[in-house]
Structure formats: C-alpha cells, structure tokens
C-alpha cells in the first residue's frame, strides 16, 4: 500500500475525531460559535482526505482540485475561529477574495497535474493564513493561559511547515509535472501527523480550558446581576484584606439593600423585581473603582468592598448611589420609587475574616433601617 495513503488515512480519522470533539462541545457548552467554526473545519478536513487519497490513487484532477478547495475552506475556519473566539473583527471580503483567487490557482494546478505549482500555491497560503491565525490568537489585556501557548506554538510550527511545503515545490517548478518532488514528499510524510495531531489537541485543550474558565465564573458570579455571588466575594475578600494589612491600607465594607424590595415583588411582580436588581447592580458597579468588589449577598442585599478607602470616604460614595438611585425607571413599574439603606463598615486590627466586618456593616444597615431607611450610616465606633 501506498505510505501516503496510510498517513491521510491516520489524519482523516484525526479530523473525524476533532469535528465529533468539536460538535460535541458546541452543542453542550454554550454553542459558542468559535468551536461550531472549528467543528466545521475539521469537516471541510475530512472531505479533503478524502478527495486526496482518491486523487493519488486514480490520479485524478478533479479529486485533487477538490482537496485544494478543501484545504483552503478548513485554514480559513481556523482563522475565523480564532478571531471570533477574540473578539476581533473577521474581514469576510478579504478572506474570501484572497481565498477565491487561491482556490483558483490550486484547482488550475491539479488539473494540469502540476504537483510542484500546487505545492506552492495551498501550503504557502495555508501558512500564512496559521500565522495569522497565531497572531489573533495573542491576548489584549492579559496574559497567555498555557492552552493558548501550546496552541499559538503549534499555529507558529504549521506555518512554519507550510512554508518549508511551499519553498521545497516552489524548488521543482519548471521541471516535468510530478518530478523531483522528493523532499516535498518528505516533509510532508515526516511533519504533517505529528503537527496535524498536536494542533488538534491543543485545540481541544483551549477548549476545554475556555469551559473550565467559565465553569469558574458561573461558581463565583451572581446569573442575574452578573456581580459576584457571596461565595466570590469571600474569595476575594481574603485576598483584600491580606493586601490591606500587607500595606496598612485602608478597607471598608458597604452592605446595603434595597427598601421596601418585597412590597416591590408583591405589587408589581418578580420580573420588575429581577429588574430593580439588574439596575441596582449596575448603579452600585458604575460608581466604584476598577479594583474594588461588587457582590450579591443573597436576595436584595450586597456587598462592597471599596480597597484603600476609610469608612467616611465610602460613605460619601454611596450618598451618591442612594441619590441616584430614585431616578431608576423599571419598564414593568414605572411609577415605582426605589430606595436603599447602607451600613458602612472599616477594617479593624482584630478582624480574621469577612464576617466580622460584614458583623458591623450589618448592624450600621439595622441602624439605617431603624432610622427611616433611605440613607447611609456608618458603624458607630467607625464614625
């Protein structure tokens, strides 16, 4: 049997191991569309195994032309993958007029059976769309996870092989079509299963370290108002105080709530209720800095933590959320006013946990209700 026929059957069972993979994750993680792009280059995969072995064992034109077709249509999922995954903006009009005129030339070089001239065209352009793909894959704003390392190398060492492709036919052209494409054939037997398989298992693992990722933030955020739950808030809670009194900074804790929530419920019903959280949530966001900690403690109430602030600083904060707050418009209660208490709490030199600043912020927020609700105090030694 021909050896290259055995190596494009181990990578056509890889493709269909990859498009099951990939299905199976889009649709039961979130049909994100990123993984449906990749599924389906797997696929677009699959069908140019396929044409390739048919084309090398009936030296057929027609098959070959289609496996060019088909190698080009599988890079440019990649990329559009890696870029929705991104976020950034896919230029639909440049990767399919650039991958048209590819395509062109690929089905014009298997027709004539110009090995050495397909050789050139499909694997130079499929290196530059992995480098591409490479470079949208780098971070904005962070830095790499070790799934993204492992698949940005991979994408890097594709492109590279597919450039020493490209440059090792380009070496033939002007010869006899299908002589002297010895080292091509080498390369090509030697590198593509070992970096076809390790591209597709890196591409399982960024995915599978993209489930994990959300997996993590559906544990610690709240569904409804997209802040922290109260076990996000322990968390993060820890690690303020250690940096507190690692450098003698300041901490305080707002619990605060929302006045007459369940009178809210009763008469105008749960969905302007969720609705008033929603709103609540995004106010008490908006007016606290990037570092600080917004959470939802349970029901109505949350809790703030504002870092290197004194408890009468963070009291000022939230005299203008309370303000603010009245002009909150719910689309299912109109007419309803809304109004919120807070209890302001300081990080004291006894305190081991959370729970004892959300002790004192707790009952800053019963002296708050006491006194006719819509306002803020602050614990009493604190102030």
Not at 79 to 85: D, E, F, I, S, T
Not at 233 to 239: I, K, S
Request: aromatic share 8%; glycine share 10%; charged share 15%.
């Amino acid at each position: 049997m021909d050896p290259a026929i055995i190596i494009i059957a181990l990578l056509f069972f890889t493709s269909v191991i990859m498009a099951l993979a990939m299905g199976v994750a889009w649709l039961h993680f979130g049909r994100q569309r990123h993984v449906l792009s990749w599924a389906l280059s797997y696929g677009a995969a699959m069908i140019q195994w396929i044409a390739n072995a048919g084309g090398i064992a009936l030296k057929s034109g027609p098959l070959m032309a289609l496996a060019a077709v088909c190698i080009i249509v599988s890079g440019t999922l990649v990329l559009v993958g890696v870029r929705q995954r991104s976020t950034q903006n896919i230029p639909w009009r440049s990767i399919i007029g650039a991958g048209c005129v590819v395509a062109a030339g690929g089905i014009y070089a298997a027709m004539i059976h110009d090995r050495s001239l397909q050789g050139m065209i499909v694997p130079g352009y499929v290196g530059i769309l992995m480098l591409w793909s490479a470079a949208s894959l780098w971070p904005q704003g962070r830095r790499f996870n070790a799934p993204e390392i492992a698949f940005f190398t991979m994408f890097l060492l594709f492109a590279l092989f597919q450039s020493a492709l490209a440059i090792s036919a380009a070496a033939d052209l002007g010869r006899a079509p299908g002589a002297g494409l010895a080292a091509y054939r080498a390369i090509l037997g030697l590198g593509l299963p070992s970096i076809y398989v390790g591209t597709g298992v890196a591409a399982v693992m960024v995915v599978a370290g993209d489930l994990a990722h959300q997996l993590r933030r559906q544990m610690r955020h709240d569904p409804l108002t997209n802040v922290l739950n109260r076990r996000g808030l322990d968390e993060a809670a820890a690690r303020a105080i250690a940096n507190a009194r690692r450098y003698n900074r300041p901490l305080a804790l707002v619990v605060c709530d929302l006045d007459g929530f369940k009178a809210l419920n009763d008469g105008h019903g749960h969905i302007a209720g969720d609705a008033a959280l929603r709103g609540f949530a995004q106010l008490l966001t908006s007016a606290v800095r990037r570092g600080d900690i917004v959470a939802r403690m349970g029901g109505d109430e949350f809790g703030l933590l504002l870092v290197e602030t004194e408890a009468a600083a963070a009291a000022d904060v939230m005299e203008r959320v309370r303000a603010e707050i009245t002009c909150l418009i719910l689309p299912n209660a109109p007419r309803a006013q809304l109004r919120a208490s807070f209890g302001v709490a300081e990080l004291q030199a006894d305190d081991e946990k959370l729970d004892d600043m959300v002790a004192r912020a707790d009952a800053a927020l019963y002296d708050a209700k006491r006194d006719g609700k819509d306002r803020v105090a602050i614990w009493r030694n604190a102030a």
